[in-house]
C-alpha cells in the first residue's frame, strides 16, 4: 500500500510513511507562549504511534495576532520552549514540521487587547461577537513577514525539520488572499495578484530563514464558502505562484476531504455548511494537476481508516495529514497499521476526567473541543 511506503521531498528531508499528525490547537500553552507540559504530552503519546511527519499546533509569530492561548515562536525567549517540541514531536523518529500563524482580523482580543487588533483591512470577520479590526500600515505588513522569517529561523535553531505557514482557516495569510478581508489599495491588495503578495513573501521568507534542506509548507483553503470569497481557480493561481519558490508541499485544508468542505469563517461544525459556490473538482486533483510534482500535496478532513487515506492518495494527494482521529484514539495510527482497525475509539467518553487522562488531553482541550458541538464524536 502506498500509505506505507518512504516520501522524499524536494528538500532531500524524507518521511517514514504518508501519515502526518494534523496541526492540533491544544489551547493549553502558558500565557508567556511556552508549551506546558500536558501539551508535550498529548502530542508525545500521539507522536510515539509512528507517524511518518507531526505538524505542531499552529505558533504564534506577533503577540498581537494571537488567537487562542498557544504556542509563540515570537523570539529568543520561546527558543527552549521550542525545542522541547521538536523533541516530543519525534517520539517514534518522525519528522517535526512547525507550523506557524498570524491570526490578523481574528486574533483574540481578550488575550491582546481590543485596541491591538490588527488586520489588512479594517473589515470586521463573519464570527459572531467579531470586532472591527485597524488595517495595518505598509510598514506593519513588512514586519509581520519579517516575523514569519523570525519564527523560521527559531524553528531551525530549535530542531524543527521544517515548517509550515499556516496560510488556510481564516487567518491573517488567508486574509490577504481574500477579497472579502482584504480591501487594501497597495501592493498588498486589490487585484488578485496583489493579494498572493503576501502569502508569496511569507513562503520567500520563510524559505530563506530555513535554508534549501528543510522541509517549507504551505497550508491553504482551497476556496472561500462564504459569498464573494477566493474560488478554487483563485486558489490554483497562488499554488502554482507557491510552487516555484520552492517548497516542499501544499495541504489543503478540509473538513471531509471528499465533499470538499472547507471550514467557513463562522465555524459552525454542526449541519451543512451553506455553500455560495462548490467547486466542479476535488481541490485535491485540481492542486496535484496545477503543481504536477513541483511540491507535494498533502490531503486532510474525515481520514479514519487506511482506506480513506489510500482515497485521499488515489485522487491525487502524496500524504495525509490525521487530525480528530488521533485526537479521539492517541494509539490510532498503530491500531490502522496493525490491521485492528476495529478496536479504534469511535469518540470521546461521556466522563471529562476520563477524556482528560485516559486519552492525555489537556483540560482545557477537553474543554475548548466539548464547547463545538458536532466537531468531535462523543461515544
Ligand atoms: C482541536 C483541533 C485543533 C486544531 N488546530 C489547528 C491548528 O492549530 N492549525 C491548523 O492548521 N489546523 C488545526 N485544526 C484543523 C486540523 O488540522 C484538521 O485540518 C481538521 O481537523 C480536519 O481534519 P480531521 O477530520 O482529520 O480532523 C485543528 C483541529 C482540531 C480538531
Redesign the pocket.
Known sequence: MVVWSPLGFNSGQQMANRFAM????TDSSHEDGTAAENELEFVRRRAASGFGAAIS??AYVEKDGRSWQGIGAAHDGHLSSLHRLAQAMRAAGGLAIL?IYDGGRIAKPELIGEQCLRAPSAVASLRPGAKTPRAMTSDEVENLIASFRQAASLARKAGFDGVEI?G??HYAVHQFFSPRANHRDDKWGGTLSRRMNFPLAVAEAVRSALGPKLIAGF?VTPFESEPDGYTLEDAKLLCNELARSNLDYISV????YRNSRPAGETRVYHGPVEKAYTPVESPITAFARVVSGRCAIMA????KTCMDAEGAIKIGADLV?????V?VDPEWLSKVRSRSEASILAGLPKDEFEIANALSIPPR?VE??LSRPG??PRL
Open positions: 494534523a496541526p492540533l490547537t499546533s499552529a507550523q499556516h488556510a482557516n497550508r485544508s478540509l473538513d471531509d486532510s478532513g474525515g481520514i495529514a490525521v487530525g480528530r482521529a485526537v482541550m475548548y473541543l466537531w468531535i
